[in-house]
Each structure stands twice: as structure tokens, then as C-alpha cells.
């Protein structure tokens, strides 16, 4: 018993892509399951929207490749080698939480950018209270009730107080 198989009618180049481009309109479009929907709703124009993330990405993967090459190479020493070998490891870490962002939508790593040049600045989302009732704040935290980042010059001034002081007393008639 032997199979027999057809023999498929050879296709010019223009019948084929005819039947790709049938075949392309069919397909339906990518779902993203494993990236967080508040980054997929970001614009592509947003620093931290998908599309470029997945830049910063790849460029961060050809930078490890690089000083990968660079630490194997002969003609360096040791220390340059040892530098490289850091380097490499400093952008696997930084891809790590590219790719922690994409997945939860949480950005963990103190600079952002394709080559980290930008430092990011955190954003305090519930105040904490000291047992008098004043806020603790950390300095470079942005706070929103005072719609500002918390310095150092900011925490030396006297703490002033939300008391309105008023010339009437308030009496209920």
C-alpha cells in the first residue's frame, strides 16, 4: 500500500501573493495576554507605552551582546574584562524590569530610557502618618498633596500647620 499524494499546481509569484494577502486579512489581531492592559492602553507616543519598551529592549539585548563580546575578547585585561562582564550583567538586570513592567505594569527600576538616562522619580500613592499625625515623607518622592517632590530643603522648614486662623469665632445659630 502506497500513499499517494497530489501534486500541488505550481503558482506564479502574483497568485501567490494574492493568496497571502487573503490569508493575512483573515488573521485576526495579536492579543497581548501576558502584557498588563495599562500599558497596552498607553498611546505609542507615551516614553513608557509597549512599543517603546520593546525598543528599549532590544537595543538593551544588542548592548548585552556587545559587552559580552567585549569581556571574551583577548587583547584587554582583566579589569577591562571584569568592567565589560559588569556592564552586561547591569543590562540583563535592566531588561529583567522592562520586562516586570510589561507584565504588571510596575515600573521597579530607578532610570528609564533606552540607555537609562532618565531618572524616575516615585510617586507616594498612601501617606503614612508619624503618632502626632504629621505625614512621613521621604526625600525625591513626589507627593501628591503638596503636587511636589519632597527636598531636603523641605524637610529643615518648620512644619506649618492647616489651622485657618480667622477673626470670628464659628458658632452654630
Known amino acids: 500500500m502506497s500513499k499517494t499524494t497530489m501534486k500541488r499546481k505550481k503558482e506564479t509569484p502574483e497568485q501567490v501573493a494574492e ?17 498588563h492592559p495599562t500599558v497596552l492602553a498607553l498611546p505609542d507616543d507615551h516614553n513608557y507605552s509597549f512599543k517603546n519598551i520593546k525598543e528599549w529592549i532590544k537595543e538593551a ?14 587583547g584587554l585585561t582583566p ?13 540583563k538586570a535592566y531588561i529583567r524590569y522592562m520586562e516586570h513592567y510589561l507584565k504588571h505594569g510596575d ?19 498612601a501617606m503614612a502618618y508619624d503618632s502626632n499625625g504629621n505625614p512621613k515623607r521621604t526625600v525625591g518622592v513626589y507627593y501628591p498633596d503638596i503636587h511636589a517632590v519632597w527636598t531636603r530643603e523641605m524637610e529643615r522648614q518648620p512644619i506649618q500647620s492647616n489651622i485657618a486662623i480667622t477673626d470670628k469665632q464659628f458658632t452654630s445659630k
Not at 20 to 35: F, G, T
Not at 61 to 74: E, Y
Request: hydrophobic share 30%; with cysteine; charged share 35%.
Open 19 to 35: 493568496r497571502m494577502a487573503k490569508l493575512r486579512a483573515k488573521r485576526k489581531p495579536a492579543q497581548y495576554k501576558n502584557i
Open 61 to 74: 539585548k544588542d548592548q548585552v551582546s556587545a559587552f559580552n563580546k567585549t569581556a571574551r575578547s583577548r
Open 107 to 125: 515600573w521597579i527600576s530607578e532610570y528609564s530610557g533606552k540607555n537609562e538616562e532618565h531618572r524616575v522619580i516615585a510617586r507616594c500613592v
Open 79 to 91: 579589569q577591562e574584562k571584569q568592567k565589560a562582564s559588569n556592564a552586561a550583567d547591569n543590562k
